[in-house]
């Protein structure tokens, strides 16, 4: 059955750091795709960063561009994302979720595109 467990959210001030783990299971992570995702209040949920192919393909938002960046652990199962130079603006429900693309070097953050997705952990940003 597949599970996705978001967890490394909390509370940092803003210039911080975080890093947020997706745990998965009955996920291929050579075959599926992981994207995050991230939803503020009164807001729509946006794509953050997708990465497939083992990790060998990777895509981000221009808004987290230089700041964020994704790897994936194979043995461990788990998606990594590396939040750096936060901002208030960062501040959100994070989602993972997985998708099994017809190409396996393809990923999006377009949420459409995903079936499966986690429970969320909780970024804020604030001094």
């Known amino acids: 059955q597949l599970q996705l467990v978001e967890s490394g959210g909390g509370l940092v001030q803003p210039g911080g750091s975080l890093r947020l783990s997706c745990t998965t299971s009955g996920v291929n992570l050579d075959r599926y795709a992981i994207g995050w995702f991230r939803q503020a209040p009164g807001k729509e949920r946006e794509g953050v960063s997708c990465?497939?192919?083992?990790?060998?393909?990777?895509h981000f938002a221009d808004s987290v561009k230089g700041r964020f960046t994704i790897s994936v652990d194979i043995a461990k199962n788990i998606v990594y994302l590396q939040m750096n130079s936060l901002k208030p603006e960062d501040s959100a429900v994070y989602y993972c979720a997985a998708d099994r693309p017809e190409f396996p070097d393809f990923c999006t953050i377009q949420r459409e595109q995903y079936s499966f997705w986690g429970q969320g952990t909780q970024v804020t940003v604030s001094s």
């Open positions: 990465i497939s192919d083992g990790g060998r393909v990777a």
